[in-house]
């Protein structure tokens, strides 16, 4: 059986798919693009990721979308959350197998819209509040909105479910 892995670092001798509107590209010839769809790939790792989107988007700061959906990620790697700009990453279809990885993804401001659906993660008990939980800003998960009665939900299960973490108080010796 021969094997076929995908590498982030492939992107940069491959043609974009046309897709409804003609990619524009700068004086540089990098692409003029806020979106980034990788998906139906195999990837199984980000390395180089960074380096490879510089290389091809002439305004990588402004990086708002990024599909990661069916490839083989086990984790969220924290590249992701160097792109501050991010307002819809799409997960679903990988192979992530810890709901803590989540938790990474707390850091970008603007994230609004996420899918992690297709992910072992999924069958957790409490999959959909551990996420409103730790994403509170998100308005669309696993293309579903996200609604008051979610977020009423989400804040029950967490305070039934997740330990606050103890404030240690330092005593200054006399």
């Known amino acids: 059986m021969v094997e076929f892995q995908a590498l982030v670092t492939d992107l940069t001798s491959e043609e974009p798919r046309t897709g409804l509107r003609?990619?524009?590209h700068?004086?540089?010839g990098k692409s003029l693009t806020q979106a980034l769809w990788l998906n139906n790939n195999v990837l199984n790792d980000l390395r180089d990721f960074s380096h490879v989107v510089s290389l091809?988007?002439?305004?990588?700061?402004?990086?708002a979308w990024i599909d990661l959906s069916f490839n083989d990620l086990t984790s969220i790697d924290p590249v992701l959350t160097t792109f501050f700009n991010l307002?819809?990453?799409y997960l679903h279809g990988n192979s992530i197998q810890r709901l803590g990885e989540v938790n990474k993804l707390a850091v970008l401001p603007r994230l609004r819209?996420?899918?992690?659906?297709?992910?072992?993660i999924e069958e957790e008990k409490g999959y959909r509040q551990y996420v409103l939980c730790t994403l509170p800003r998100i308005t669309t998960f696993d293309f579903s909105g996200v609604t008051k009665a979610?977020?009423?939900?989400?804040?029950?299960?967490?305070?039934?479910n997740i330990k606050p973490k103890k404030v240690r108080i330092k005593?200054?010796?006399l």
């Not at 091809?56 to 700061?61: D, R, V």
């Not at 819209?113 to 072992?120: A, E, K, Q």
């Open 22 to 24: 003609p990619l524009r």
């Open 26 to 28: 700068s004086k540089s």
């Open 56 to 63: 091809l988007l002439e305004h990588p700061e402004n990086l």
């Open 87 to 89: 307002s819809v990453l």
């Open 113 to 120: 819209s996420l899918t992690l659906h297709g992910n072992p």
């Open 150 to 160: 979610d977020r009423a939900t989400a804040e029950v299960w967490k305070r039934m």
């Open 171 to 173: 005593q200054n010796a």
